[in-house]
């Protein structure tokens, strides 16, 4: 493999810069990470998700799910939130390490109007007011969507596997939209030919994180006056709100490289690379008659690993990173450098030595140990043993989730929120559950707090964390799309300002 880890020398640019609302954005995972894409929420791409399905019997598929448009406000009627038509939202796979994606899940959506006389929007009392189907007269404005799948073998407008499908409609409330999830949400879940299944619809934001991070690092969590430094609840500053989901399940055997099972998880053709975006037509046109999009699709949004191009990626480089494919990252410098050389860690051992007089060590440049997480996959090394791998590089480093399809999945009783530093080799880094705490697993890698830099692996950098160890709302769902229903429009959110940890570390920590 080729030397990648290389430093560039620029070093930490501008403190001052760190504190700023311009150089940290206001959410995160990504949510509204770049200022172009703060500014089209509709095309803005929140997380990514790709595991083997952890339901029972599902065992041969894998999971592939992208969220869009954040921090939706349940109670935002008459509209509601709803998929642009004008966006391409995609899934890409990559399964050969060159960073380009060899298979795509195109999603397109189109709204219809049942009643477009009415005063009110998605839904209306063209019959009794009550959403009782997804094919309900009252629901107003349904919106439908195809899929294709593109390969090596489907031309350029790849195979249809799903076409008239409609979403459910937002959970507007227990009066309009009773008994949600049985009614509404499940029977959105569609069969696929291949066995898999498809869903688009309205979710409960999973994502959780205490903002208090972007606080100039001033979490709850830190206490200074006893032992331990991460020990305080923290506050989920995304609880209550809802994101849009794509997701599909598919058999492993059509995401490898040889379209075959793996036999083990060092077989080459075990580890696929998965990532996300949303695209825009590159012109448009309006006039007295309307508004078009023409032109060719341009990538505006792109998301694979967590908290990238938050906490990794320069102000300077954010609207191009969301533009760019993976093949191209190792073609960058200060995209190399902005890994091997992180600024983040730079700035938590800052903050925690101006505001708590704590001055703790971080690993030095180059980051070999970020670069193997994010870029490359991490090889089989003596660290996680002779059955552990998820290297997919051709030498260039490549930015997405990578997932060995042959690592077995960990049942869902058993699962560790921590993935691999848990102890869960089905966990984050091996691809992205929605059940891994990407929060404390990012600080944690970002700091050194992992075996993979055993200088470093000490308190308290192995035990930082937001304090948000749960979603608010409830654990995951144990059946595809596994992401919680939708929180309800007419039904009072829980206050943010409450502890929002659920289970306390031991009870969920198995």
């Known amino acids: 493999?080729?030397?990648?880890?290389?430093?560039?020398?620029?070093?930490?640019?501008?403190?001052?810069?760190?504190?700023?609302?311009?150089?940290?954005?206001?959410?995160?995972?990504?949510?509204?990470?770049?200022?172009?894409?703060?500014?089209?929420?509709?095309?803005?791409?929140?997380?990514?998700?790709?595991?083997?399905?952890?339901?029972?019997?599902?065992?041969?598929?894998?999971?592939?799910?992208?969220?869009?448009?954040?921090?939706?406000?349940?109670?935002?009627?008459?509209?509601?939130?709803?998929?642009?038509?004008?966006?391409?939202?995609?899934?890409?796979?990559?399964?050969?390490?060159?960073?380009?994606?060899?298979?795509?899940?195109?999603?397109?959506?189109?709204?219809?109007?049942?009643?477009?006389?009415?005063?009110?929007?998605?839904?209306?009392?063209?019959?009794?007011?009550?959403?009782?189907?997804?094919?309900?007269?009252?629901?107003?404005?349904?919106?439908?969507?195809?899929?294709?799948?593109?390969?090596?073998?489907?031309?350029?407008?790849?195979?249809?596997?799903?076409?008239?499908?409609?979403?459910?409609?937002?959970?507007?409330?227990?009066?309009?939209?009773?008994?949600?999830?049985?009614?509404?949400?499940?029977?959105?879940?569609?069969?696929?030919?291949?066995?898999?299944?498809?869903?688009?619809?309205?979710?409960?934001?999973?994502?959780?994180?205490?903002?208090?991070?972007?606080?100039?690092?001033?979490?709850?969590?830190?206490?200074?006056?006893?032992?331990?430094?991460?020990?305080?609840?923290?506050?989920?500053?995304?609880?209550?709100?809802?994101?849009?989901?794509?997701?599909?399940?598919?058999?492993?055997?059509?995401?490898?490289?040889?379209?075959?099972?793996?036999?083990?998880?060092?077989?080459?053709?075990?580890?696929i690379g998965v990532w996300a975006t949303a695209s825009r037509r590159s012109t448009r046109v309006i006039s007295s008659t309307g508004v078009s999009n023409e032109g060719a699709w341009a990538q505006i949004s792109r998301l694979g690993s967590p908290l990238v191009n938050e906490l990794v990626i320069p102000l300077r480089l954010k609207d191009a990173f969301n533009t760019i494919s993976p093949a191209v990252d190792g073609t960058i410098p200060r995209v190399v450098e902005a890994i091997t050389d992180p600024q983040f860690p730079k700035f938590v051992k800052f903050a925690l030595l101006v505001f708590y007089g704590l001055n703790i060590n971080i690993p030095p440049a180059p980051r070999n140990d970020l670069v193997q997480i994010y870029a490359t996959g991490i090889p089989v090394n003596p660290v996680t043993g002779p059955n552990y791998t998820t290297f997919l590089s051709d030498g260039i480093p490549h930015e997405y989730l990578r997932l060995n399809t042959a690592i077995p999945i960990t049942p869902i009783a058993s699962i560790n929120r921590l993935g691999l530093l848990g102890g869960d080799v089905a966990g984050f880094p091996n691809g992205r559950r929605v059940h891994d705490d990407a929060v404390d697993l990012t600080l944690r890698a970002a700091l050194g707090g992992t075996p993979f830099t055993p200088a470093f692996n000490v308190s308290p950098n192995k035990d930082a964390g937001d304090g948000v160890s749960v979603n608010p709302e409830g654990m995951p769902l144990t059946r595809f799309p596994y992401l919680l229903p939708p929180n309800p429009g007419n039904t009072p959110r829980t206050s943010n300002i409450r502890p929002a940890t659920g289970l306390t570390e031991l009870e969920f920590e198995k």
């Open 1 to 271: 493999m080729k030397d990648i880890a290389r430093k560039f020398g620029q070093g930490l640019i501008g403190l001052s810069l760190l504190f700023s609302t311009s150089a940290i954005p206001a959410l995160a995972s990504s949510h509204g990470e770049a200022p172009l894409i703060s500014m089209d929420r509709f095309a803005d791409n929140t997380d990514t998700y790709a595991f083997r399905s952890v339901e029972a019997g599902r065992e041969g598929f894998v999971t592939l799910i992208a969220n869009y448009i954040p921090l939706q406000e349940p109670s935002a009627g008459p509209q509601w939130f709803r998929f642009d038509d004008t966006v391409l939202y995609e899934i890409k796979v990559d399964n050969t390490g060159d960073g380009l994606e060899d298979v795509t899940y195109q999603f397109q959506f189109n709204t219809e109007f049942f009643n477009d006389d009415t005063v009110l929007g998605m839904h209306n009392a063209n019959e009794d007011a009550v959403i009782n189907s997804n094919n309900d007269i009252d629901y107003n404005m349904p919106q439908t969507y195809t899929v294709r799948r593109l390969d090596r073998t489907s031309g350029r407008r790849g195979q249809l596997i799903a076409a008239g499908r409609r979403t459910p409609p937002n959970n507007i409330g227990p009066r309009a939209t009773p008994n949600y999830e049985a009614n509404l949400g499940q029977p959105a879940v569609y069969p696929l030919s291949n066995g898999g299944k498809v869903f688009a619809g309205t979710r409960d934001e999973h994502f959780y994180i205490d903002l208090g991070l972007f606080d100039a690092f001033n979490l709850r969590t830190i206490n200074t006056g006893g032992p331990g430094l991460f020990v305080g609840n923290g506050v989920d500053s995304t609880q209550g709100f809802n994101v849009s989901t794509i997701a599909v399940e598919v058999p492993i055997s059509e995401l490898t490289r040889n379209r075959s099972v793996p036999t083990g998880p060092t077989d080459p053709n075990a580890v």
